[in-house]
């Protein structure tokens, strides 16, 4: 192996998930998420909820192929 070619391995890592977390998330259901309440306390809770919830609407209409030429539906 030459000088400065060395591969270097990713290190891995174990991640706890704390308790509290690991509860909320495994509470998530379809039906519960989409509540008009639960919605409202992510949307104040993170900022950027509107965004990423747009962001997840335009990847499936991209994967589904229901977007236009010109970018709209």
């Known amino acids: 192996m ?3 070619k060395e591969k270097f391995e990713p290190e891995k890592r174990l991640y706890k998930i704390p308790e509290e977390i ?3 998330l495994e509470s998530i259901r379809e039906d519960k998420f989409w509540t008009v309440e639960n919605l409202e306390r ?3 809770d993170d900022i950027a909820f509107g965004a990423k919830m747009w962001t997840g609407f335009d990847a499936i209409l ?3 192929n229901l977007r236009k030429e010109n970018g709209r539906i």
């Open 2 to 4: 030459e000088i400065g």
């Open 62 to 64: 991209e994967r589904k």
């Open 22 to 24: 690991r509860k909320e």
């Open 42 to 44: 992510q949307f104040e």
